[in-house]
């Protein structure tokens, strides 16, 4: 599961690794000591971040390395809240995961996303009267009651929930993600499903939603060395359910797609040259006060930089005599 409008877990997109810390990480820009953080490098993928890097190289550089931070949004809060109440309801023996006791945990589900991400505070501290939280809990309720016309929990007994997975490819590029659930067949046939809670895409951008799928899938193949047989994208927003039975030869080309994504993020990463690509998503970008493109500056780039005639050097390039 990963973080999106749709929802879900962040999982920082690489696992950590520090820097040292040149000055300007560390001095803000009137010169003042500005507290120290960790700096760290991308070491791996995760779907939300090679779809980060796709859409737009500066967020990326904003999310992963800066870790500038982000309001959290209603529609991704919902999105979490509607995912935990999912996955707890498969604690329930099968014949009691009906839509009245799935609705009834959201309430508990609220209280606890609200003790483990306090910022999510923010979202209601202009409600006092408490009627926008009750418009979102309504919302919430009517995703969780369309999910019972798409599935039947009753009938399902996942492997997994909400299982994180994490790859090691031959490169040594690391790929992981949260994948919201994995249903074993009794023949051991495998089935990833991932619920949104927005809209299901216009058949024409569903490739980009099969993207995410197919990265699990080379991760679940790469791991157990089983293609899995069916990818599952549950829409809860518009009552969809998009399915797809991917092949071999998908998943290599998911892989060498993002080989080469990879070694442009650590292009990127070593030169500093992180371009913004504006789109119409910027609108939902919480990055506009630092983007160029918005009249904004980044803040001073915290890794190392390598200047580009060296890095074409070690590449083995000719230079002028
Ligand atoms: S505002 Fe647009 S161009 Fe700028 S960082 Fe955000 S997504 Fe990229």
Redesign the pocket.
Known sequence: METSSEGSVEDGGGVPVPVSVPEAAVVGSDGAQAPQSVVIAPSGLSPSRAGDFM??P??YR?RVIDRLPEKPSEAATRGTLVHAVLERLFDAPAAERTAPRAKSLIPAQWDRLRESRPEIGELFADDPEGERLARWLAEAEQLVERWFTLEDPTRLEPAERELFVEAELESGLRLRGIIDRVDVAPTGEVRIVDYKTGKAPRPEFAEGALFQMKFYALVVWRLKGVVPRRLQLVYLGSGDVLTYDPVLADLERVERKLHALWEAIQRATESGDWR???TK??GW?D??AH?P??GGTPPPYPLPVRAAESAAGEQGRMGPD
């Open positions: 859409q737009c500066l967020l904003f913004p690509r504006p998503l910027c970008c990055h506009q983007c493109e918005f």
